[in-house]
Nanobody
Framework: QVQLVESGGGLVQAGDSLRLSCAASTHTFSIYNMGWFRQAPGKEREFVGAISRSGGSTDYADSVKGRFTISRDNAKNTVWLQMNSLKPEDTAVYYC??????????????????WGQGTQVTVSS
């Protein structure tokens, strides 16, 4: 069982930056591929980005590519989502998720077994 706790959300203006953190309560953090997803009101949860176990491979949704960066520190059991040039359409609850099985990252939410409680990001225009 892995517990994930996100932090760092808030209210910002368009063009600002935020860095979300996700802390995992496990001593085997390095075995998990990690993903970030978001869900806006009235919309389905969507993939934002993912990072491989070692941090050597990342994948991003087209909507955030070039603006968002995922990184991790396995010694700190933490993954981050650096969000730059934020837009009002980035407003959502952001979730981190951990994937144990499977050889790589995934864009599919059902592939992730563990989820955090989410952190709200609101971008005003």
């Amino acid at each position: 069982q892995v517990q994930l706790v996100e932090s760092g959300g808030g209210l910002v203006q368009a063009g600002d930056s935020l860095r979300l953190s996700c802390a995992a309560s496990t001593h085997t953090f390095s075995i998990y591929n990690m993903g970030w997803f978001r869900q806006a009101p009235g919309k389905e949860r969507e993939f934002v980005g993912a990072i491989s176990r070692s941090g050597g491979s990342t994948d991003y949704a087209d909507s955030v590519k070039g603006r968002f960066t995922i990184s991790r520190d396995n010694a700190k059991n933490t993954v981050w989502l650096q969000m730059n040039s934020l837009k009002p359409e980035d407003t959502a609850v952001y979730y981190c998720a951990a994937r144990l099985w499977g050889g790589s990252t995934s864009r599919k939410a059902p592939d992730y077994a563990y989820w955090g409680q989410g952190t709200q990001v609101t971008v005003s225009s």
